[in-house]
């Protein structure tokens, strides 16, 4: 009967501990949302969360150096850089075409 209580006994032991072990990571988890500065960020913008998630998916995922990106980068730069050279252009002929300027 001694072996039976001291079974119990360790039966015992070992469900405290594991009580404490969760109540523990429990408390790790709150802590970790609390001061997790993601979270505040997701709350703020929760679409640029998940855009900047996409992309690093699809860089992870080896989508970076495929023709498709090639692409996209073309007409991304092209995108960019058409409006800055327009801007450049239409203001050397607006300062040269002007009279007050002569």
Known sequence: MSEFKQDLEQTRDYLDESR????????????????NPLGHIY????YAV??????????LGGGLLTPFTRRLMRVGIKAMV???AASHLRSLTNTESDPSTH
């Open 20 to 35: 404490r072990i969760v109540n523990d990571a429990r408390h790790l988890y709150d802590d970790f949302r609390r001061d």
């Open 43 to 46: 709350e703020r913008n929760p």
């Open 50 to 59: 998940l855009a900047a998630a996409a992309g690093v998916g699809y860089v």
């Open 82 to 84: 058409l409006p800055v």
